[in-house]
């Protein structure tokens, strides 16, 4: 009987469950929430394949790194094709023009710069203030230092603060 | 968060998260069926397994109602046309029991039926219907749904035991720890690569490390339809010779049948089984019943159930 992917099915439906929060997770990574569920869709299906062994307690935690680390690489890809094209593109998935005039021009503005943060920066921003994991949490996710995180926050904190100064300027 | 700007941030981000339109989640995987999740170790260890064929070993023939709700009840003589496997595992408070029937084929068609509760009578689960299950019921290439599937063409080994694999897979116990160790480490190479899930510890490739690894798949290998029993033999003596393995007499299985258990802790010191009765036949663990036989066809009642 055992197969491939051996999973009870409550060991599913917690993969299921994640769905939409990892897609939102992914989007803010990326930008892109088609890319974002091409990347969560991966991730799972991963566990599914190779991972029948995790227990509840880490699915979550071991989820949230997977697609980290599959959005990195997707960024990394988009890197490479964003050299051939002119200027930095916008984000795909960014609210439509309608939403945007409803939405606070703050937040708009906060979303432009925190898509400028170099990847590491980005990263730990969305953790800390998306996902609200606290240092330690956000430093095991992402496999550094606490220091590591401390750096990276303030680095985009104070990155994002002059941007927007220099904007309102 | 301190800072008006902290403050901006974290807003600003669930404005772009809640942008996200709710899309159903795909569905996952081909085969979403019951077996027993081991706990954690210190790194990954992988599923295996996928349809068997080439099955040897004796068949003994049960007689028609040893079930107590019928399901178990056996079709006396009909010609034995396709595998059939009944998992029971634990999982929480609740026992998922999965029956699977799939051709000799790799590319047979398979169907699956699984029903869930809380109590086992006569090595049945006593279905009840506040558990819900979802899994696919049928398909092509087991545990694919297709043979177009990437897992369908996936090649054999001990960590994807496909049935050209086994049937030419090598019976000598040094050779088989051998590669069963090839196969370890290169699993714990590709996952703990740059961009895997995993970081590389000290203890990635300790001996202990790599043979939990190991007994986690073998647990999978040990189970598919059409394993060998010779070479289920010669695997048993394989986890036998694995370092700090714990060799247990009398250990039942989770429908109460005995046999010889072998066990790896993992960090916490939870310990990871696999349970083979007197012939080595392979029996399930503590919290796994694994039962194997033929069936006419599809979805039909056993014919007969493997001892």
């Not at chain 1, 803010?28 to 799972?44: E, I, M, W």
């Not at chain 1, 992402?142 to 303030?154: D, E, I």
């Not at chain 2, 029991?97 to 039926?113: C, I, P, V």
Request: proline share 7%.
């Amino acid at each position: 009987m055992a197969a491939d992917v051996n999973l009870a099915p409550p060991f599913v439906h917690v993969l299921e469950e994640q769905w939409m929060p990892l897609v939102r997770l992914a989007t803010l990574l990326t930008g892109d929430a088609d890319a974002a569920r091409d990347v969560v869709q991966d991730c799972l299906e991963a566990v599914l394949r190779l991972r029948p062994d995790i227990d509840d307690e880490h699915m979550v935690a071991y989820l949230r790194k997977a697609v980290i680390n599959r959005s990195r690489s997707r960024l990394r890809r988009q890197r490479t094709v964003n050299r051939y094209l002119a200027g930095l593109t916008r984000p795909k998935d960014v609210p439509s023009a309608e939403r945007e005039l409803l939405a606070a021009e703050r937040h708009r503005e906060v979303l432009r710069n925190v898509d400028l943060l170099p990847t590491r920066q980005r990263e730990v921003i969305v953790l800390r203030y998306y996902c609200e994991l606290s240092e330690a949490e956000t430093a095991a996710t992402l496999g550094v230092s606490v220091g590591t995180v401390k750096a990276a926050a303030h680095r985009a904190i104070n990155s994002l603060r002059r941007r927007m100064k220099d904007t309102s300027e | 968060m301190s800072t008006e700007l902290e403050k901006d941030v974290a807003a600003a981000l669930r404005f772009r998260a809640d942008e996200v339109p709710d899309t159903p989640c795909p569905p996952l995987g081909a085969a979403r069926v019951a077996t027993q999740r081991p706990k954690r170790w210190l790194v990954p260890a992988a599923a295996a397994a996928a349809a068997v064929a080439g099955l040897t070993g004796a068949a003994i023939v049960l007689l028609p109602g040893s079930g107590g709700d019928g399901r178990d009840q056996v079709t006396a003589a009909a010609p034995t046309d396709v595998y059939y496997s009944r998992t029971l595992t634990e999982s929480g408070d609740r026992i998922i029991e999965m029956q699977l029937w799939q051709g000799k084929g790799r590319t047979d068609a398979w169907q699956q039926e699984g029903v869930g509760g809380t109590t086992i009578k006569d090595g049945r689960v006593v279905p009840d219907n506040s558990v819900q299950l979802d899994y696919p019921e049928k398909g092509e290439c087991y545990p694919a749904a297709s043979p177009a599937d990437e897992a369908c063409a996936k090649p054999g080994s001990w960590f994807n035991p496909t049935p050209d694999f086994l049937a030419g897979a090598p019976r000598d116990a040094t050779v088989i720890a051998q590669q069963l160790n090839d196969e370890a480490v290169a699993e714990e190479e590709r996952r703990t690569a740059p961009g895997g899930d995993f970081d590389r510890t000290e203890e990635t490739f300790s001996p202990a490390n790599l043979a939990y690894l190991e007994l986690n798949y073998l647990r999978g290998t040990l189970a598919v339809n059409g394993m060998p029993d010779d070479l289920t033999a010669v695997l048993r003596r394989v986890i036998a010779g694995m370092p700090g393995i714990q060799v247990t007499e009398g250990m039942a299985n989770l429908t109460g049948q005995r046999g010889t258990g072998y066990s790896l802790p993992d960090h916490k010191g939870d310990l990871l089984t696999v349970i083979f009765d007197a012939d080595s036949d392979y029996i399930g663990s503590p919290t796994e019943a694994v039962v194997r036989g033929m069936a006419p066809a599809l979805g039909a009642a056993p014919s007969t159930l493997f001892d």
